[in-house]
């Protein structure tokens, strides 16, 4: 029900501008964690290589 009521007319769906909105808030706290912790990138480049 929740995935329908967002696939509708999603550009005027609040809900769906507010998940939008907190999946961009979510990653641009990813990005300033992962410029921010050296440990967190080179694991991340690890599990890469692998």
Known sequence: ???RRLGTD?????RYFAFHERGRVIRTQFLL?????VELRRTIHAR???
């Open 1 to 3: 029900m929740i995935l």
């Open 10 to 14: 999603h550009r005027k769906n609040r």
């Open 33 to 37: 964690k992962y410029i921010d912790d």
């Open 48 to 50: 890469r290589m692998t």
